[in-house]
C-alpha cells in the first residue's frame, strides 16, 4: 500500500526559505522508473506542478519557478524534500507530493497536503 | 495561466449525463500525450480518476469515462450521483514546457 504525507510549517515570512518534506511508504525510490513530485494548489485555484526527481535523481522543474526550488531525495529515510526560496503572500497553497505512475505521467498517489500560508 | 483550458463548472441532476472538456494544443495533448483526470472532492487530496486517456484505476466505477480526440480530451459521468459533485482537473505533458500540466478546473454541482 502507497501512503505518502508532507510536512513542514504552516506560516512562513516572505522572503523566506520554505522547506517541505514527504515522507512515504509502500514503494523505493531507489528502483527503476519510479518518481516522485510535488503540486500545489492556491486556495479556490487550480492545481500546478512544481518539480518531480526520479529514481536515478534526476529532476525536472516548472519552468516560472525552478529559480527558487530545490527537490531532493532521502532513500534511506524514504523522503522527498522540496525548498522554495523568496517566498511571497501569492505563493499560499496546498502543497501536495504524489507518486508518479510508473510507465506513465499522471499521478495515482497523493499526500493528504498541507497548507502553508505566507504572511508577515 | 494554465494551457489545458476547462469549463468552469457543469451541472446536472441525478442521473442524468454530464460531460467536462479540456482543451490543450499542439504541444501537450495534440503531441499525443496522455490525459489523465483527477476528482477531488471538498477538502481532500486529487484522486486519479482516469489514466491513460480511457483508463480506470482499480475501484473507479465504470460511470466515469474519458476520451480523447486531436488537441481535446472529455471526460463524461452517467447516472450522475449526489457523491459526484467535486471539481475535476484534466492533466498532461508538455513539450514546450518539459513539466506537466493540469487544467484550469470544473466544478460538477448535482441539481
Known amino acids: 500500500q502507497i501512503t505518502l504525507k508532507e510536512s513542514g510549517p504552516t506560516l512562513v515570512k516572505p522572503t523566506q526559505t520554505l522547506t517541505l518534506t514527504c515522507t512515504f511508504s509502500g514503494f523505493p525510490l531507489n528502483t527503476s522508473a519510479v518518481s516522485v513530485g510535488w503540486i500545489r494548489q492556491p486556495p479556490g485555484k487550480a492545481l500546478e506542478w512544481l518539480a518531480l526527481?526520479?529514481?536515478?535523481?534526476?529532476?525536472r522543474y516548472s519552468p516560472s519557478l525552478k529559480s527558487r526550488l530545490t527537490i531532493t531525495k532521502d532513500t534511506s529515510k524514504n523522503q522527498v524534500v522540496l525548498t522554495m526560496t523568496n517566498m511571497d503572500p501569492v505563493d499560499t497553497a496546498t502543497y501536495y507530493c504524489?507518486?508518479?505512475?510508473?510507465?506513465?505521467?499522471?499521478?495515482?498517489?497523493w499526500g493528504q497536503g498541507t497548507l502553508v500560508t505566507v504572511s508577515s | 495561466q494554465s494551457l489545458l483550458t476547462q469549463p468552469p463548472s457543469v451541472s446536472g441532476a441525478p442521473g442524468q449525463r454530464v460531460t467536462i472538456s479540456c482543451t490543450g494544443s499542439?504541444?501537450?495533448?495534440?503531441?499525443?500525450?496522455?490525459v489523465h483526470w483527477y476528482q477531488q472532492l471538498p477538502g481532500t487530496a486529487p484522486k486519479l480518476l482516469i489514466y491513460g486517456n480511457i483508463n480506470r484505476p482499480s475501484g473507479v466505477p465504470d460511470r466515469f469515462s474519458g476520451s480523447k480526440s486531436g488537441t481535446s480530451a472529455s471526460l463524461a459521468i452517467t447516472g450522475l450521483q449526489a457523491e459526484d459533485e467535486a471539481d475535476y482537473y484534466c492533466q498532461s505533458y508538455d513539450t514546450s514546457l518539459s513539466g506537466y500540466v493540469f487544467g484550469t478546473g470544473t466544478k460538477v454541482t448535482v441539481l
Open positions: 504524489a507518486h508518479k505512475k510508473v510507465g506513465g505521467y499522471s499521478f495515482d498517489y
Open positions: 526527481i526520479y529514481w536515478d535523481d534526476d529532476k
Open positions: 499542439s504541444s501537450n495533448i495534440g503531441a499525443r500525450y496522455d
